[in-house]
């Protein structure tokens, strides 16, 4: 039988690794019972998974067991740790005065939560919402079904960032939709984005302009659904329960957000 050997000094920088250890809590020490695994050795076997997609029970970690890096990882999604770190390194760090909404779909067995057959790319599977900043990092995430609009996840971005300013945003054409530049303008948000042909050829008033400049901007956030997809657990859901794979998509933003600042 031949073992695989898995690169794990590879996976993570120690600026990232030392960064996440921060945020993340130590395991509680019962006053009886074994002896509590190292928070280091925890993380080291979840972002294993993560990362390459593997069983919890093949993992191979030095002093701890997959089973306990699988009881750990739970434990934080329950608390939903994961989101609220995310959250609080994109609110202090990024700035979304220009900024960009995007989805992509991750392919995924059908499970009754949170999966939808997607006509676009022919595959059941979970849609992602990123709405980023101008440099394409995720500042808020949201999830549905593969089949769901992806106008639908727009007032839910809005919702979430009502209280920062937002003067612009990049979006494609498969975000058209005359209704929604109407309630953004309300809101003093400028849609910037390309109009299919022939689109609100009827409509009198001025015409809607597309900034190419700040529009290639766009193109960062289709990186960074490339940097989170670099993570096998994230682009397969293997997951039934919809907490666990969200909680695999906040990990890795939280990655991706550790690279990219400087603290």
């Given amino acids: 039988y031949f073992e695989r050997k898995l690169p794990m000094k590879n996976i993570l920088s120690s600026k990232v690794e030392n960064q996440l250890l921060g945020f993340l809590p130590n395991p509680k ?12 050795a925890l993380l ?12 919890w029970n093949d993992l191979d970690i030095p002093g701890a067991s997959g089973t306990s890096c699988w009881r750990y990882f739970k434990e934080l999604c329950r608390r939903g740790l994961f989101k609220l770190v995310c959250e609080a390194i994109a609110h202090e760090n990024l700035n979304i005065k220009v900024c960009s909404i995007d989805s992509s779909v991750a392919t995924s067995f059908n499970f009754k939560d949170l999966v939808g057959f997607n006509g676009k790319h022919k595959k059941y599977g979970t849609k992602i919402s990123v709405l980023s900043d101008a440099n394409g990092l995720p500042y808020d995430i949201e999830f549905g079904k593969g089949s769901i609009h992806d106008l639908t996840f727009v007032p839910k971005h809005m919702g979430n960032t009502a209280k920062i300013r937002k003067s612009l945003v990049n979006m494609d054409k498969g975000y058209t939709s005359i209704d929604l530049r109407r309630n953004l303008a309300l809101k003093k948000i400028k849609v910037n984005m390309e109009t299919r042909k022939n689109d609100y050829h009827h409509k009198r008033g001025p015409k809607f302009k597309l900034n190419q400049q700040i529009y290639k901007l766009r193109f960062n956030i289709e990186k960074t659904f490339g940097w989170l997809k670099a993570f096998k657990r ?12 969200k909680g695999f998509v906040y990990l890795s933003a939280i990655i991706v957000l550790i690279r990219n600042i400087e603290f």
């Fill in 234 to 245: 994230v682009r397969t859901r293997k997951d039934r329960y919809s907490a666990f794979f």
């Fill in 44 to 55: 080291q076997g979840i972002i294993v998974v993560l990362k390459y997609d593997i069983p």
């Fill in 29 to 40: 020490q019962l006053k009886t019972g074994r002896k509590r695994c190292q928070k280091k």
